[in-house]
């Protein structure tokens, strides 16, 4: 492993779960966590792909891979490794234990056939050198609804919104989420058991808000959005001053997903509405009276890596026909590496090896970037990131990488 120790890099045993998950716990700032937390992350752990690094008798490192599939530009559901649960004990820092362990994941999810990996990033510069691209953003905002309003499209007033338990709305708020799911790229099929990682409400979390709340849209009887939202009393000099947090907003339609908002705007003595980890082209922008008032900010969300080039830039369809030769370095992992010839359009694509001269030079990490559509190769040759060696292929190659939506990633794993 490139370290000064016998350190051991070894498959989790179900044994050792309790002992894997307080190290995740303390790496990333051992906070409180409930035993429902520790008894779901079990229940979804996948043993056959969770390491554990070992010092003689200490564990050191952990990490982990889901098997997801996630949805690509056209649609399609793309088998994905899921990295997670990745951290390194503060004892054992840079002596090679985070790159074994990347390793390890990224060869597993090669041989499993999985084209793409996908993770959250902690720190955002360490998993660059590992290939992995910034592929989606987020968006929050902290919006003043005392000074706020919505114009509201024809039909909101025909959408019924009503309280429910979040538990007892699970399986019909899952079937609007799963049929959401092709379109967007990045969203996540969940596997089962995955549902009831959003009606987590350990009280520890709260902050003083409210237990989780939710409301239903309908029309004609059918469920055709949610929302799971906590409420914060407050009180200023001039009177309330609540807030209400959105966890989580799906629906089906735009007057469905325009009554949800009215709703969460009109909650009474609240006067701020908390939006946070949404789409960047998330529709209410284009309800509000007043952008400005919205405090809009956004950060870095999903982060994918081309765990097999070919068969990834294969998955998805292109806005515009392409015909480019990219010439892609991949040090990590170098089955990558190599002239790759890609042709596609909105129908489908093939990208296949090739001895053809290259037109766009770059790492396996722009393709990263790229590959859900929302970073245009465009944008990272202005940073020095792409070469163009063909006149037009940057072009050609950009618009027909684009994607009509933002590409988003729903929820953490």
Same mark, same amino acid.
């Given at each position: 492993?490139?370290?000064?120790?016998?350190?051991?890099?070894?498959?989790?045993?179900?044994?050792?779960?309790?002992?894997?998950?307080?190290?995740?716990?303390?790496?990333?700032?051992?906070?409180?966590?409930?035993?429902?937390?520790?008894?779901?992350?079990?229940?979804?752990?996948?043993?056959?792909?969770?390491?554990?690094?070992?010092?003689?008798?200490?564990?050191?490192?952990?990490?982990?891979?889901?098997?997801?599939?996630?949805?690509?530009?056209?649609?399609?559901?793309?088998?994905?490794?899921?990295?997670?649960?990745?951290?390194?004990?503060?004892?054992?820092?840079?002596?090679?234990?985070?790159?074994?362990?990347?390793?390890?994941?990224?060869?597993?999810?090669?041989?499993?056939?999985?084209?793409?990996?996908?993770?959250?990033?902690?720190?955002?510069?360490?998993?660059?050198?590992?290939?992995?691209?910034?592929?989606?953003?987020?968006?929050?905002?902290?919006?003043?609804?005392?000074?706020?309003?919505?114009?509201?499209?024809?039909?909101?007033?025909?959408?019924?919104?009503?309280?429910?338990?979040?538990?007892? %709305?699970?399986?019909?708020?899952?079937?609007?989420?799963?049929?959401?799911?092709?379109?967007?790229?990045?969203?996540?099929?969940?596997?089962?058991?995955?549902?009831?990682?959003?009606?987590?409400?350990?009280?520890?979390?709260?902050?003083?808000?409210?237990?989780?709340?939710?409301?239903?849209?309908?029309?004609?009887?059918?469920?055709?959005?949610?929302?799971?939202?906590?409420?914060?009393?407050?009180?200023?000099?001039?009177?309330?001053?609540?807030?209400?947090?959105?966890?989580?907003?799906?629906?089906?339609?735009?007057?469905?997903?325009?009554?949800?908002?009215?709703?969460?705007?009109?909650?009474?003595?609240?006067?701020?509405?908390?939006?946070?980890?949404?789409?960047?082209?998330?529709?209410?922008?284009?309800?509000?009276?007043?952008?400005?008032?919205?405090?809009?900010? %956004?950060?870095?969300?999903?982060?994918?890596?081309?765990?097999?080039?070919?068969?990834?830039?294969?998955?998805?369809?292109?806005?515009?026909?392409?015909?480019?030769?990219?010439?892609?370095?991949?040090?990590?992992?170098?089955?990558?590496?190599?002239?790759?010839?890609?042709?596609?359009?909105?129908?489908?694509?093939?990208?296949?090896?090739?001895?053809?001269?290259?037109?766009?030079?770059?790492?396996?990490?722009?393709?990263?970037?790229?590959?859900?559509?929302?970073?245009?190769?465009?944008?990272?040759?202005?940073?020095?990131?792409?070469?163009?060696?063909?006149?037009?292929?940057?072009?050609?190659?950009?618009?027909?990488?684009?994607?009509?939506?933002?590409?988003?990633?729903?929820?953490?794993?």
């Amino acid at each position: 492993m490139g370290t000064d120790h016998a350190t051991e890099l070894k498959p989790l045993r179900p044994e050792d779960f309790d002992r894997w998950w307080d190290h995740v716990v303390r790496a990333f700032g051992g906070g409180p966590a409930s035993a429902e937390e520790r008894a779901l992350d079990r229940s979804l752990t996948e043993f056959d792909r969770a390491l554990g690094v070992w010092d003689g008798d200490t564990l050191v490192g952990t990490a982990g891979a889901f098997s997801f599939r996630m949805t690509v530009p056209g649609g399609a559901p793309v088998p994905t490794a899921g990295v997670s649960m990745v951290s390194v004990a503060a004892t054992h820092r840079r002596r090679g234990v985070l790159t074994t362990m990347m390793r390890r994941l990224l060869d597993d999810a090669h041989a499993r056939g999985e084209p793409l990996a996908a993770l959250f990033a902690s720190e955002p510069a360490i998993y660059g050198r590992f290939g992995f691209g910034t592929a989606a953003l987020q968006l929050s905002a902290e919006i003043d609804t005392a000074r706020v309003t919505l114009a509201l499209p024809e039909g909101t007033e025909r959408v019924r919104v009503r309280y429910a338990p979040p538990a007892d %709305v699970l399986a019909e708020c899952e079937a609007v989420y799963a049929a959401l799911v092709p379109r967007r790229p990045g969203m996540l099929a969940r596997r089962p058991g995955w549902e009831r990682a959003a009606l987590l409400d350990p009280e520890s979390e709260r902050e003083g808000a409210s237990a989780l709340q939710c409301v239903v849209a309908e029309r004609d009887g059918e469920v055709t959005g949610y929302a799971r939202f906590r409420t914060k009393m407050g009180w200023g000099p001039s009177g309330h001053d609540g807030t209400v947090s959105v966890e989580d907003l799906a629906a089906l339609d735009p007057v469905s997903g325009a009554a949800l908002w009215r709703f969460l705007f009109g909650i009474d003595l609240m006067t701020t509405l908390k939006v946070r980890g949404r789409p960047v082209d998330d529709a209410w922008q284009h309800l509000v009276s007043d952008l400005r008032r919205c405090l809009l900010r %956004v950060r870095d969300s999903g982060h994918v890596r081309l765990v097999e080039v070919g068969a990834a830039l294969s998955a998805r369809t292109y806005l515009a026909p392409v015909d480019v030769v990219f010439e892609v370095e991949d040090a990590f992992c170098p089955w990558n590496a190599g002239r790759w010839r890609l042709t596609g359009d909105a129908k489908g694509a093939s990208c296949e090896r090739t001895a053809d001269a290259a037109d766009l030079a770059l790492s396996v990490r722009e393709l990263g970037a790229a590959c859900l559509g929302g970073v245009s190769l465009l944008s990272l040759a202005a940073a020095g990131r792409v070469r163009e060696l063909r006149p037009g292929a940057l072009a050609e190659a950009s618009v027909g990488f684009g994607s009509p939506v933002a590409p988003w990633f729903p929820h953490g794993f």
